[in-house]
């Protein structure tokens, strides 16, 4: 599995953003997909997840406002980020693991990251 991120950038408060997660090692439909960001000065958290099956699963600071979805034929998954809030901001990543955990350690390859930064 090779993940690669795409499509962070700078967007104003209330705004949205579409982040796609691709997987050129193309063994992607295999694995649960999570999706994690750092915060500037903090650490890693969790932000949501999706297995292999379909089951979804989001971190308590993004429900409702951020959907994740995969399609398998393309070999991608996308975190649609709506009504983003300034304390969104930081490097998100994409990680590929057995489970949908929302816990790092979990994950076995990770993406190099895409930066979003959200603007009040």
């Known amino acids: 599995v090779q993940l690669v991120e795409s499509g962070g950038g700078l967007v104003q408060a209330g705004g949205s953003l579409r982040l796609s997660c691709g997987d050129s090692g193309r063994a992607f439909k295999n694995y649960a997909i999570g999706w994690f960001r750092q915060p500037p000065g903090k650490e890693r958290e969790f932000v949501a997840s999706i297995t292999w099956g379909g089951n979804r699963y989001y971190g308590d600071s993004v429900k409702g406002r951020f959907t994740v979805s995969r399609d398998d034929d393309k070999i991608m998954t996308y975190l649609e980020m709506t009504s983003l809030k300034t304390e969104d901001t930081g490097v998100y990543f994409c990680?590929?693991?057995?489970?949908?955990?929302?816990?790092?350690?979990?994950?076995?390859?990770w993406g190099q990251g895409t930066q979003v930064t959200v603007s009040s």
């Open positions: 990680a590929a693991g057995i489970h949908g955990s929302p816990y790092p350690g979990a994950y076995e390859s």
